[in-house]
């Protein structure tokens, strides 16, 4: 095992840092307050090729990979979590319709996305259908030339700023795994509209909205790959976007406790900084630990991802790891701080509200659990051939 990044990783990383510095840092609490999504920001995260790390140059990606991918959302969530976010869900969606898109559509969505002209979103969920996506219920009828689509989608990430949408449809009533098939559904569409912007607890500075559908007429072109396979591509895409969640989870973590360090080394009670005393060495170390575990844990199914090897269960272990080390390690960021934590004039609350959600989308962490327990069940003595 490799613990050595490349020159160009180590390149590629910088700029992100600097890109972080620069333009999201300064920004983000005022994203957070005032619910904004800036647009320029994705821009430049294009002209960085930020927008397109799993598609090959050919289609004006730059195919680094998952670890590289993982380098740059963990710097990119340090200065705003939410943008590392939806960053993570565009180039997830780039890369569904690169796998599964044939000549035509990756001319017609893949390039521009990986350019970063245009954003995508993924759409899975629904009222009836969160863990069990398979129940999801929004209709595509086949019609001359096409479907026509109706239903309601929830939570949508970008929703209402993304222009190309990746929904997952039910194409047969009769059957529940395989009656779901994967569309894509581009804004302006007639008969596609946006719910308002959900109020949440966090993560203001990216939209999350409903999808509805009212007898939406897509062309037949704008179906992936073959009927039936719709949830099999959405969760290949989830595998991948678990290690993404993971790397900025990792990110939101090591910014939480590099504040609450530099604030525990200034600030003095009792005469002495409260960083001298062992009851906070101690917590602080622990929480560097969790952080470089979760760290490691993100990049070995990132590694392995790009190997092309087995890693659903590695990605899962990692994304449930890194997210709940984030919830942690924010949470004692506020405790160190102190009154001072829960303020507003800090930043660690707002660390502390975008940790939760991480703990909850693509795929709750009991959701990983399930996922982790039954690949261990797959194998004689829960051990696969080639593990330790
Ligand atoms: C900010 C935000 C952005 C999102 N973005 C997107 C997006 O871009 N695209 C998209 O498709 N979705 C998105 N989601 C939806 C998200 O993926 C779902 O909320 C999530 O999968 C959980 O589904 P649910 O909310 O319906 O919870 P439920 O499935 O109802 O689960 C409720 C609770 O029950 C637990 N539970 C459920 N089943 C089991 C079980 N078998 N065993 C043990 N516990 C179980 C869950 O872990 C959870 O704690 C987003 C959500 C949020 C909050």
Redesign the pocket.
Known sequence: MDFKLTDEQRLIRKAARDFTAKELAPNAREWEEKHIFSRKVFEKMGQLDFTGLYVPEEYEGTGVGRLTAALIFEEIAKGCFATA?YLS?HNMVTNLIYQYGDEEQRERWVKPLALGEKLG?????E?E?????AALSTSAVKTDGGYVLNGT???????GVADVYAV?VRTDEAQKQKGISAVVVEKGTPGFTFGPH?P?MG?NA?P?TELNFNDCFIPKENLLGSEGRGLNMALTALNGGRVSIGACSTGLAQQALDYAVAYAQKRQQFGRSILSFQGLQFLVADLATEIEAARLLVYRAASLMDLGEPCVMEAAMGKRFATDAAMRVTTEAVQILGGYGYMKSYPVEMYMRSAK?AQ????????Q??VIARELSKYKGGKRPDSY
């Open positions: 976010v869900v979103a993924y759409s899975l969920t009222g259908a969160g863990s069990d996506a989608k929830l939570y949508v990430t970008s929703g997952m959900e949440k993560l990216s999350t959600v909850i989308f693509e795929g709750t962490n009991q959701i659990r399930i």
